[in-house]
Structures are given as C-alpha cells and as structure tokens.
C-alpha cells in the first residue's frame, strides 16, 4: 500500500487489464500510481502530477508511447522522470527507436515486473522490493 511520501508512478497503457495488473503490483510495492489509458492524456497527467518515473505502452491510439516520451523530455522538467516503456515491439531496431525517442528503459510484453521495478528504483534511490516490518 502506497505511503504518503511513496514515489510517483505514472502508467499509460490501452489495455485496461495491463493497467491494473501493473497497479496491483506497483500499489504493492509501495509507489503512488496513476493511470491513463492514452497518450495525451499521459502528457497532461505528466505535467499536473510530476511522476518520479513513467511506464509507457509504444503502441496507443492516437498519440503513442514514443511521442509522449518526446513531448515530455522536451517539457524538460527537473528533476527528469525515468521513462520506461513496455511494448510488444521486441526487434532491435524498435529497442533503438525507444531510446532515440527519450526513454531510459525499453521492455518487451510481457514484462517481467521485477525487473521493471528494479530499474524504477535504482533511478529514484528506493529498494526494488518492500521490506516487511
């Protein structure tokens, strides 16, 4: 369960079913989520909220993964977010695109989530899993 001063996650998927598997996960581990189904609605989310890190799908309706990557490193907030997408695009050259466009991370569906949240902490300095009390 999230705590009050828990790291920001913003998620971005158009599989509803993804989105809550990721927050059931993420929500677990302690991180304060939010979700979105589209890319604008990512970039508008982005810029009100300030995620710590956002985890986005390549492949949405209307503005994809890859243009709200850009438009968010072009807001050039400070501290920058870690981007992370999730993609079913799996080929090197895709992996290529990813990193031109701006994210730090490019994992391929499915994810494996431990992993994912591994990378997300070791950029914004948390444990990678819960510690029990």
């Not at 799996?90 to 989530?113: I, M, Q, W």
Request: aromatic residues 6%; without cysteine.
């Amino acid at each position: 369960m999230p705590t009050l001063n828990a790291a920001r996650l913003l998620i971005a998927d158009d599989d509803p079913n993804i989105l809550a598997a990721y927050v059931l996960f993420f929500d677990a581990q302690g991180y304060q989520t939010r979700t979105t189904g589209d890319g604008a609605h990512a970039v508008a989310e982005y810029s009100a909220w300030r995620p710590d890190a956002v985890v986005l799908d390549i492949q949405m309706p209307g503005m994809d993964g890859r243009a709200v990557a850009r438009e968010i490193r072009h807001l050039q907030f400070i501290p920058p977010p870690l981007l992370v997408a999730i993609t079913a695009l799996t080929s090197a050259a895709e992996h290529a695109e990813s990193l031109r466009a701006g994210f730090n991370h490019h994992f391929a569906k499915p994810a494996d989530l431990p992993v994912v949240l591994a990378a997300i902490a070791a950029h914004i300095g948390r444990p990678a899993a819960k510690e029990d009390p």
